[in-house]
């Protein structure tokens, strides 16, 4: 059984740091990709950070210069620091990880405060 468990999350003032972490257990097939996505209230869930298994990333405009996704292949983990956090940056943030098929994290709460 696939199990993406994600970390990090919670409630944090405007300028300040966290860093999320997802690990991911039970998937036999190759992984391809891994990222972040995040979903705001009335907001569709947007990509926030991809890496692929070769190590090359990509980031949405609004957090480039200020998150960087990074990945431990031996333990299938996924990480998000994010610095310079906005009010904007609210959103609950999902892990996905993609093998031949697509899995998704049960999403961890970011807030922050201005």
């Known amino acids: 059984q696939v199990r993406l468990v994600e970390s990090g999350g919670g409630l944090v003032q405007a300028g300040g740091s966290l860093r999320l972490s997802c690990a991911a257990s039970?998937?036999?097939?190759?992984?391809?990709?891994m990222g972040w996505y995040r979903q705001g209230t009335g907001n569709q869930r947007e990509l926030v950070a991809g890496?692929?298994?070769?190590?090359?990333?990509s980031y949405a405009d609004s957090v480039k210069g200020r998150f960087t996704i990074s990945r431990d292949n031996a333990k299938n983990t996924v990480y998000l620091q994010m610095n310079s956090l906005k009010p904007e940056d609210t959103a609950v943030y999902y892990c996905n990880v993609a093998t031949r098929y697509n899995y998704w994290g049960q999403g961890t709460q970011v807030t922050v405060s201005s």
């Open positions: 890496i692929t298994s070769g190590g090359r990333t």
């Open positions: 039970g998937i036999t097939f190759g992984i391809n990709a």
